[in-house]
């Protein structure tokens, strides 16, 4: 069946990397989603990684996928307040497009 | 990356009456859009999926009646809540995709009296 599983909240102090787990069960995902959401806001695609590639980086943003046990992970480097938002993991398990989510991520940033 | 804009961005109505939601792509054509709906503090839950030119594909438990889909162009699609009842107060949201990367819309909050 098609889950995806994320821890629900992550505090850090300013300046540090955060890190964000998630685990999905569709092996035949073709790409993997990251997405923030603020209050009350849309959701803002962040980055993704295809299905083939281990680790993409893209400025203070590291995803890694260990695809064998079916774990995406995402960090932040330098996390600051303005990071703090919900962070949405996503599989994508057909050509069709339609996307499953996890349960969002409520990511705190302290001062 | 691509815009995809919702309208209205938030709408209060009657209990009984019907209200109608737009999505736009307004740099790309998108033959596919998705729309979501989202409870505070939860995830969101894929409603349907609309195809331009055809009907829409719903998943299961999302009743068709209630909740019309309309794709007539490459770049709009809405969504219409019939008969909208307290319980179908909610976020909802939209999203297309140019490729493999999908874009959201800002969502629409819809609140019901």
């Known amino acids: 069946g098609e889950d995806v599983e994320q821890s629900l909240f992550l505090s850090v102090r300013e300046g540090d990397s955060s890190v964000i787990n998630c685990t999905y069960t569709d092996s035949s995902s073709t790409y993997l989603y990251w997405y923030k959401q603020e209050p009350g806001a849309g959701l803002q695609l962040l980055t993704y990684?295809?299905?083939?590639?281990d680790m993409k980086q893209d400025q203070r943003l590291t995803v890694l996928l260990n695809k064998k046990d079916k774990h995406l992970s995402l960090r932040i480097a330098d996390t600051q307040t303005g990071d703090s938002a919900i962070y949405f993991c996503a599989e994508a398990p057909s050509q069709g497009g339609k996307l499953i989510f996890g349960q969002g991520t409520e990511l705190s940033v302290k001062p | 990356g691509a815009v995809v804009s919702q309208h209205p961005s938030w709408v209060i109505c009657k209990s009984g009456t019907s209200v109608k939601i737009e999505c736009r792509s307004l740099?790309?054509?998108?033959?596919?859009m998705f729309w979501y709906r989202q409870f505070p503090k939860q995830s969101l839950m894929l409603m349907a999926t609309?195809?331009?030119?055809?009907?829409?594909?719903?998943e299961q438990g999302v009743e068709k009646d209630k909740f019309l889909i309309n794709h007539a162009s490459l770049t709009l699609s809405t969504l219409t809540v019939t008969s909208a009842h307290p319980e179908d107060s909610s976020f909802y949201i939209c999203s297309a995709r140019p490729n493999y990367e999908q874009y959201f819309g800002p969502g629409t909050r819809l609140t019901v009296t």
């Open positions: 609309s195809n331009e030119g055809s009907k829409a594909t719903y």
């Open positions: 740099d790309f054509q998108a033959t596919t």
């Open positions: 990684i295809f299905s083939n590639m």
